[in-house]
């Protein structure tokens, strides 16, 4: 009897496999199996574009299983694009296949429409896989359009301009205050663009807005864009008239506000948070911050050089996520005069002040630093050390370092809201 070689039973095998994989059913119950139930994009802004969603749709079949064709079902309304394993769907596309055991990617994009309404506006279609069998398996798309006022040139300031929009204004390439010029924001939401901000040359008085990136989708899953830092550029004051800036949210910016030039700037319960460089700079000018929060900035909190700077009842604190090379919640030179009350200064590190020179002084506020052997400066100032059983992050509310949330609204169980120390507000 002869043997048979080992390596044709081999090849005999692979030919067996190979015919099996290359079998397709026509049969009813064939059916494709979807890595999501549904495609709910983010919200955008109308005329602006999604990133890419994609998904996979899987044969968990013992044969191939041949779809007929891919459609959309409004193809003449809808704004969704698709690409199936590489074809785009324009209305429809035909004859794909899948393999036993195989899967094909499917990318989504849309550029949302115009919405009639202020509020955002649901768009819905469904993309309708046709099989073979006759069998139609539809998976739905959704996201939101939001009607915005854009402006994708420079924004000019050159006199006294108000702004008071209930609808968003997108800023793509940023605002200029000219010398002489006053801006003046009344309760308006400011998206912008990557490398936009504002330049104030001239004076801004901004009350009860807020600040942030025009991205309003997101990175992962559970990360929104506005929740990574960077997204914008910042707030710069160069003019010696005064600005007022108060009851306004700026956040995940490159940096918050930043004061030079002999610049002067009120700041009232304003939120400067997630920063990508300094949350707020004061250099060779002069700035009260009253009933504030400063927080989680790659940079300093608050870096003040050669300028006189008054702090009450403010909250810095230094929690910054995304490198361990942030800097300190508080820092100023010795040539600056820096006054602070009622204020809790806190963070990871063991010391987050630094300070240098003589012209200061901290009163009945919370210092995350080394106690110094001279307490002159001091009076009534609790030195909080990473031993104590409420310190650092157990100050406040929400602090979900797992999906980047934070709420720094201080606890009432914190010795800072026991003392009337910080930023008292529950926002």
């Known amino acids: 009897m002869k043997r048979i070689p080992l390596l044709l039973l081999i090849l005999a095998s692979l030919l067996v496999s190979c015919s099996d994989n290359d ?32 998904f996979w ?10 779809i007929r064709e891919v459609r959309l079902n409004q193809p003449s309304i809808s704004r969704f694009r698709v690409n199936v394993d590489g074809n785009y769907v324009d209305s429809v596309a035909y004859d794909f296949e899948i393999r036993k055991g195989d899967s094909i990617r499917v990318f989504v994009e849309l550029t949302a429409p115009e919405a009639i309404k202020d509020e955002p506006q649901r768009i819905e279609d469904l993309l309708i896989f046709a099989l073979e069998n006759g069998r139609e398996q539809p998976l739905k798309l959704s996201a939101y359009s939001w009607k915005a006022i854009v402006y994708d040139e420079p924004l000019i300031i050159s006199g006294d301009v108000l702004i008071n929009e209930q609808q968003p204004i997108v800023i793509q390439k940023g605002i200029v205050v000219n010398e002489g010029a006053t801006l003046t924001l009344s309760k308006v939401q400011l998206y912008f663009n990557d490398g936009a901000g504002i330049e104030v040359n ?10 942030r990136g025009s991205r309003l989708d997101r990175m992962f899953s559970y990360l929104p864009y506005d929740r990574v830092s960077g997204q914008w550029k910042g707030i710069f004051i160069h003019s010696s008239v005064e ?6 949210e700026i956040r995940s910016s490159c940096s918050g506000i930043v004061c030079d030039k002999h610049s002067k700037l009120t700041l009232l319960r ?11 700079e004061v250099d060779e000018s002069t700035a009260i911050v009253d009933s504030c929060r400063i927080t989680n900035t790659l940079g300093d909190c608050m870096n003040v050089v050669g300028s006189s ?35 809790l200064v806190t963070g990871y590190e063991e010391d987050v ?37 409420i310190q650092g992050e157990k100050h406040f509310k929400i602090f979900d370092t797992d999906n980047l949330y934070y709420n720094f609204s201080i606890k009432n169980d914190s010795p800072a809201f026991k003392n009337g120390i910080g930023d008292l507000r529950n926002l």
């Open 23 to 54: 079998k397709f059913s026509s049969d009813a119950s064939s059916v494709l199996h979807f890595s999501i139930d549904s495609l709910a994009m983010d919200t955008i802004f109308a005329h602006t574009s999604t990133r890419t969603y994609d």
């Open 57 to 66: 749709v899987y044969n968990q079949g013992e044969s191939g299983v041949r």
């Open 202 to 211: 001239g004076c801004i008085q901004a009350d009860s807005c807020l600040f």
């Open 243 to 248: 600005s007022e800036i108060s009851d306004c």
């Open 270 to 280: 304003c939120v400067i948070h997630n920063c990508k460089g300094v949350g707020l």
């Open 309 to 343: 700077v008054f702090v009450n009842h403010t909250t810095l604190a230094q929690f910054y996520p995304f490198s361990a090379e942030r800097g300190v919640a508080l820092r100023f030179d010795a040539e600056s005069v820096i006054i602070c009350d009622k204020t």
């Open 353 to 389: 002040v630094m300070g240098e020179g003589t012209n200061f002084s901290f009163s009945n506020c919370i210092l995350r630093t080394l106690k110094p052997s001279d307490l002159e400066d001091f009076e009534e100032v609790i030195f909080e050390s990473p031993k104590d059983e």
